[in-house]
């Protein structure tokens, strides 16, 4: 394995600054995961969860909503209330309750066999077109996938919502670089060699022998697994290059938590570039030193550097304010994630099992393979692993294929 940077993990890194834990851009994952199940020992990394509630911040205060069996003490009694009172009328209530639990109950398969379309277009025709959908839903889906117009498959939508259902999404104790982090220690010593750069892969020769370009010399190998970024993935293996959206993580230090909890805040007012922000350190003792406080903010996009443009850290700073109510201004930023490639685009009609295998000794893996998720990052891995297997005349390990975000068998 040939790694560029100074470790593994790529995108899912975490950077210790100050003793803080900060992920490179705000990422959870969830143990109902099948492929996580498979792949992971989820014990060893002392998975964190965050609580099963969202604060709702909006002009007229701050409104709890959440489901009642995963919601701590503290908010327990404000989201019952919540439920019934805050943002949204009963009939979309209703409509939305609907919609989750038949995308909580429904069979995977089923799900990815309906019809398709942007989960915008769904929401209109369900019913949720008022202040449910605008003050939750919208900032919500925004910080999960990266864009807040409406144009994601529904059938994705319906596959995270599934899993958030069935799931607590959590953090490792250790941070999300410890998922690479344990992958890497199962494998044989040797095996990984960072601070390499791969500048070709070469085409096939001498025996079907790929000759791979590095920064440490050429090497030759009989399959070549391109598991990078969409972007260089496409340069490297001729595919086309998939949509992706761009996302930024700010994370601040406060000598006093803003909130009492770990629960994601939305700003129902949409009054700044924020799509959500948590006190994580609430959820996750461990990603703080001390007893100061970690906040990590998305919005999406990439930030400026103009402290008078809507997108900058001093606008985010400014809209923090007045989501937790607190003042803002002493808070330090310990750093800044802008990730130009955060998530591939999961348009409609959505395809969860694009080839892994290319031909000639070259395989590819990553999200845009399966699905923008956690999920799928480890199933493409597992499918092109298992196509080398074949590929090299080696026996494929009998296990069933748990496929995309949903563990669909095929």
Same mark, same amino acid.
């Given at each position: 394995m040939l790694e560029q940077a100074d470790a593994v993990g790529g995108r899912v890194r975490t950077d210790v600054i100050d003793g803080f834990r900060c992920?490179?851009?705000?990422?959870?994952?969830?143990?109902?995961?099948?492929?996580?199940?498979?792949?992971?020992?989820?014990?060893?990394?002392?998975?964190?969860?965050?609580?099963?509630?969202? =604060?709702?911040?909006?002009?007229?205060?701050?409104?709890?909503?959440?489901?009642?069996?995963?919601?701590?003490?503290?908010?327990?009694?404000?989201?019952?209330?919540?439920?019934?009172?805050? =943002?949204?009328?009963?009939?979309?209530?209703?409509?939305?309750?609907?919609?989750?639990?038949?995308?909580? =109950?429904?069979?995977?398969?089923?799900?990815?066999?309906?019809?398709?379309?942007?989960?915008?277009?769904?929401?209109?025709?369900?019913?949720?077109?008022?202040?449910?959908?605008?003050?939750?839903?919208?900032?919500?889906?925004?910080?999960?996938?990266?864009?807040?117009?409406?144009?994601?498959?529904?059938?994705?939508?319906?596959?995270?919502?599934?899993?958030?259902?069935?799931?607590r999404p959590s953090v490792?104790?250790?941070?999300?670089?410890?998922?690479?982090?344990?992958?890497?220690?199962?494998?044989?010593?040797?095996?990984?060699?960072?601070?390499?750069?791969?500048?070709?892969?070469?085409?096939?020769?001498?025996?079907?022998?790929?000759?791979?370009?590095?920064?440490?010399?050429?090497?030759?190998?009989?399959? =070549?697994?391109?598991?990078?970024d969409p972007t260089s993935a496409a340069a490297f293996t001729g595919l086309p290059v998939p949509r992706v959206r761009p996302l930024t993580t700010f994370w601040h230090v406060s000598a006093e938590p803003p909130a009492t909890h770990g629960a994601l805040h939305l700003d129902g007012d949409h009054r700044g570039p924020v799509v959500n922000t948590v006190v994580l350190s609430n959820a996750a003792p461990s990603y703080s030193p001390d007893r100061r406080a970690l906040i990590a903010t998305t919005m999406l996009g990439l930030p400026s550097g103009d402290p008078d443009d809507p997108r900058s850290e001093a606008a985010v700073r400014r809209q923090l304010a007045q989501i937790y109510g607190v003042e803002t201004s002493r808070w330090e930023l310990a750093a800044t994630h802008a990730i130009p490639h955060a998530l591939t685009a999961m348009d409609p009609p959505l395809d969860v099992h694009r080839p892994v295998a290319l031909g000639d000794g070259l395989f590819v893996a990553g999200d845009h393979r399966d699905s923008a998720s956690s999920q799928g990052v480890l199933v493409s891995g597992r499918r092109a692993a298992d196509a080398v297997l074949a590929h090299l005349g080696c026996a494929v390990p009998p296990r069933p294929a748990l496929d995309a975000l949903a563990g669909t068998r095929r």
């Open positions: 992920d490179r851009g705000f990422q959870l994952i969830s143990p109902a995961y099948p492929e996580a199940r498979r792949a992971l020992d989820l014990p060893a990394l002392r998975l964190q969860p965050l609580p099963g509630a969202v =604060v709702v911040a909006s002009g007229s205060g701050p409104h709890v909503l959440g489901d009642p069996r995963r919601t701590p003490a503290g908010l327990l009694g404000r989201a019952l209330v919540g439920d019934l009172t805050a =943002v949204g009328g009963l009939r979309e209530k209703a409509a939305f309750g609907r919609w989750a639990l038949h995308s909580a =109950v429904r069979n995977p398969a089923g799900l990815l066999a309906a019809p398709d379309e942007p989960w915008g277009e769904a929401f209109d025709r369900l019913g949720l077109d008022a202040g449910l959908r605008h003050a939750v839903l919208e900032p919500f889906l925004a910080g999960v996938l990266a864009e807040s117009d409406g144009s994601t498959s529904r059938r994705f939508v319906e596959l995270l919502i599934r899993s958030f259902v069935r799931g490792p104790a250790g941070g999300m670089q410890a998922i690479g982090d344990q992958l890497a220690a199962a494998l044989p010593a040797g095996s990984v060699r960072c601070d390499v750069r791969v500048d070709d892969v070469g085409s096939p020769a001498g025996g079907a022998i790929r000759q791979v370009r590095t920064t440490a010399g050429v090497i030759g190998a009989r399959a =070549v697994v391109v598991a990078t």
